[in-house]
């Protein structure tokens, strides 16, 4: 009788593979050294860097460039000299109660009218020029500025571009200013308390060639 070979269950070999534990994203980091970048690399790097590098160096020329321009631009001819505004005007011709034109002691205690008050009270004639920045005319700019001790005259400029209300400006009627005209010249004779005004460019430089 063929003798039967009994297998323990208990000694039964695991037919499973037993895991191995994937190590960890840290380990694996530790164990793969970084990767070094290539020459193209590195050299396409440096290329960037100095593309902007010289883009911020235009950039800078550029506006430095455009803020000169822009300061010359707004530079005009007469900047050097006292300009005044529509009120100004008419506190300088305006008549008070008793009948007399200009009334100066409103610029009195004020720093700001310190140069326009010396030649008020330092001039019997005052002048007051009348432009447009945007439209000057040469031929009047160059005979202003050819008059010789301008700066200490009463001779004052209003720029029309500017002062776009002036000829709405209650006050100023007597004035006789004319709004088709982008150049005047208002003569205000203080003793014979008398105004001119010159309309045409040609009886401007007439006036004008006299000082």
């Given at each position: 009788?063929?003798r039967?070979?009994?297998?323990d ?10 895991t191995?534990n ?8 530790k ?13 396409f790097?440096?290329i960037?860097?100095?593309?902007i ?7 800078a ?29 008419l ?16 610029f009195d ?13 330092s001039?019997?004639f005052?002048?007051v020029?009348?432009?447009r ?15 010789e ?7 004052l ?7 776009t ?5 209650p ?16 003569i ?24």
């Amino acid at each position: 009788m063929a003798r039967v070979q009994t297998v323990d269950p208990k000694k039964k070999k695991s037919n499973t593979v037993p895991t191995q534990n994937p190590k960890s994203k840290a380990e694996l980091a530790k164990t793969n050294p970084k990767r070094e970048p290539s020459k193209n690399e590195v050299m396409f790097f440096r290329i960037g860097m100095s593309v902007i590098a010289l883009t911020l160096v235009i950039l800078a020329i550029v506006l430095v460039i455009q803020y000169f321009v822009k300061q010359d631009e707004e530079t005009g001819p007469f900047d050097d000299y006292i300009s005044i505004n529509a009120n100004d005007l008419l506190v300088i011709t305006q008549e008070d109660e008793y009948g007399v034109f200009g009334d100066f002691s409103y610029f009195d205690g004020k720093e700001v009218y310190e140069d326009l008050r010396t030649v008020l009270y330092s001039n019997d004639f005052i002048y007051v020029y009348f432009y447009r920045s945007s439209d000057i005319n040469e031929e009047l700019e160059t005979a202003i500025l050819a008059i010789e001790g301008l700066s200490d005259m009463a001779f004052l400029f209003v720029d029309l571009d500017t002062e776009t209300t002036l000829f709405e400006t209650p006050g100023l009627e007597h004035l006789n200013l004319d709004d088709t005209r982008d150049n005047m010249l208002l003569i205000f004779d203080l003793n014979a308390q008398e105004f001119q005004l010159e309309i045409r460019v040609s009886d401007i430089l007439i006036e004008i060639n006299k000082l």
